[in-house]
């Protein structure tokens, strides 16, 4: 197979032990070197004092890697012409010899690949503003609705269009369950002002969803539990609500339009909110890795 597993993770597997897959796109295009790489190994840690087992999945050499070790991570976190892969992206990848991070759809793609249910992130993709007129809709979506993985997020990035996003995700059969909320986390806020139809209480709860999944034996799509960043460590709302206002603006005026628009409208953020967002965007995936690795637990204890 051109999938490479780790021997670590895939004998926690093959034992039915805890395991989580975490994104390599936050290493090598969401932070600041060398915080990237502090991070990626913190969350690795996160996840090993839950007890669980780490699978951070990137392709390197035209190879996906399900498992990456510590000279791995280094060169994800600081090599120069790493590419960002979507799920679309890794047959040419593979092809070309090319080494990338992994989206979310890339990411629950080659996890669910390996046998790996579990993976966590920050905020999924979703529909855009104005999709009316730019047709603009995240591949995480489509992907969601064909892979039986189970991804514990924020909610969306709070610069899309939320609701229209949740709209999406009934059209195409995908779970969504708030963690302890009755609202849909809005990524950098505890709270997108819009609910969910679904509570879970406990990761014992949200794995048995994921066993009944299975019982019934319905279409290969996702369970998400959006689990909301803490009050206190969220981004002040009136801020969140100004400066995002302000970056869509600046976005339309300098014509930034296509793939161009997430990164731009996030590093606006993070910019003009003194690093705040950034700070509430690693608070909500600690507590994203923190909640998968319990849910795991919970899962590989059936």
Partial sequence: MVLTVSEEVRE????????????????AHG?????NLQVALEL??????????PATIAVLDGRP???LDKEQLERIANEDGIRK??????????ASGASGATTVSATALLAALAGVRVFATGGLGGVHRQWTVTQDESADLGLLARTRITVVCAGVKSILDVP????????????????????FPGFYLSDSGHPVDWTLQSPQEAAEVMRAQDALD????????????????????????????????????????GQAVTPFLLDYLVRHTDGASLSANLAAVRGNVRLAGRIAAGWAGA
Avoid: K, M
């Fill in 12 to 27: 926690a597997i093959n034992a039915r032990q805890p395991v989580v897959a975490l994104e390599s796109t936050i290493i």
């Fill in 31 to 35: 932070l600041p070197r060398p915080r």
């Fill in 44 to 53: 690795e840690d996160v996840l090993r004092q839950e007890g669980a087992v």
């Fill in 65 to 67: 890697h399900v498992g």
């Fill in 85 to 94: 892969l979507g799920h679309r992206d890794l047959p040419l990848a593979v």
């Fill in 164 to 183: 229209a996003t949740l709209q999406r995700l009934e059209t195409l059969g995908v779970a969504v369950a708030g963690y302890r909320t009755e609202h």
């Fill in 218 to 257: 319905g279409p290969e799509s996702a369970l998400i539990v959006a689990n909301p960043v803490s009050e206190a460590e969220q981004l002040d709302p009136e801020l969140h609500a100004r400066v995002l206002a302000d970056a869509l603006h600046a976005c339309e005026e300098q014509g930034i339009t």
